[in-house]
């Protein structure tokens, strides 16, 4: 190992203080409004290399957190989560058109949606996120302009389609067409970026429940996204989030919508099959 090198990784040791005296393997339960059970807790698959037991970030909270997300009348979310409302009904675009007009029942039409982006998408020949589904529906059927891809709208959007899955297990394909784009966001999480030299494994997997300074490490897990970010105040989607990792890397990062963030979002959201979908979830 180089000198520089060395010096990056005693760097990194040096603010990995300590594993959380509230770790992530208690037995925390996150039941929302007193009825809706997550699985917070699962095995993962056989294709998941080096982690066999993966967590929600809801594990990785504290209890004045935690509790944020136990009733939704206290989930800071709840604001995007109407605005998005309001998007949904809202006609826009040269077709007269709104979500609802090809959508009318909100719960049924979406409900398992958000549990099985991103996907194949046939049509397109490509996987396709959420986000991207979202826009595809707006500028083919509605004949509006697309929404920046990580910007409040589409967060709020997001949000709303993602609610009615709550409590499904996601469930993303990897096989079939899906599967080189699998491998391609497999490879980046690995990777390491920047000046740091930091993978997304070296944090959410090699060190996941211990402490950088003060934040404590989770495993990276998306079943929550979007989140309201405390840190920043507002609605965050994954690849926003993505974004911010990877500048925190101290490299050039991809741009939202990008094929290496999809394929990225993928396999992320691959290692978390099984846990339930909670968005909108609290986050620090």
């Known amino acids: 190992m180089t000198t520089t090198k060395l010096l990056k990784t005693a760097g ?8 959380s ?12 409004n007193g009825e809706i059970e997550m699985i917070t807790e699962v095995a993962t698959q056989d294709y998941i290399g080096g982690l066999k037991t993966a967590y929600s970030g809801w594990r990785f909270r504290n209890s004045d957190m935690q509790a944020m997300q136990l009733d939704d009348f206290e989930n800071p979310a709840a604001i995007a989560v109407d605005e998005g409302l309001a998007s949904w009904s809202k006609v826009d675009g040269s077709e007269g058109k709104s979500c609802a007009s090809c959508h009318e029942d909100l719960e049924a039409s ?16 490509a996987v396709m996120t959420l986000a991207s589904q979202i826009n595809n529906c707006r500028t083919e059927q509605m004949g509006a302009e697309a929404w920046k891809y990580d910007g409040t709208e589409m967060t709020g959007m997001e949000a709303v389609i993602s609610l009615q899955s709550r409590g499904m297990p996601v469930n993303v394909a990897v096989d079939g067409p899906a599967h080189d784009a699998w491998l391609k966001g497999e490879e980046i999480y690995y990777t390491r970026y920047g000046q740091l030299e930091l993978s997304c494994a070296n944090c959410h997997e090699d060190n996941a429940d211990n402490y950088i300074r003060a934040d404590h490490l989770s495993q990276g897990q998306i079943n929550g996204f979007p989140a309201f ?25 991809f741009k939202p919508g990008s094929e290496e963030f999809v394929a990225l979002e993928l396999y992320v959201a691959s290692r978390g099959n099984g846990l339930s979908v909670e968005a909108p979830s609290v986050r620090p």
């Open 21 to 32: 005296s509230a770790s992530a393997q208690d037995d925390s339960q996150l039941v929302i």
């Open 229 to 253: 970010r405390l840190k920043t105040g507002g609605l965050v989607q994954v690849q926003n989030r993505f974004k911010g990792c990877i500048r925190d890397t101290r490299a050039e990062t």
């Open 110 to 125: 979406m409900a398992g949606v958000r549990a099985v982006y991103p996907k194949w998408n046939e049509e397109a020949g």
């Open 12 to 19: 990194l040791v040096a603010v990995l203080a300590y594993a």
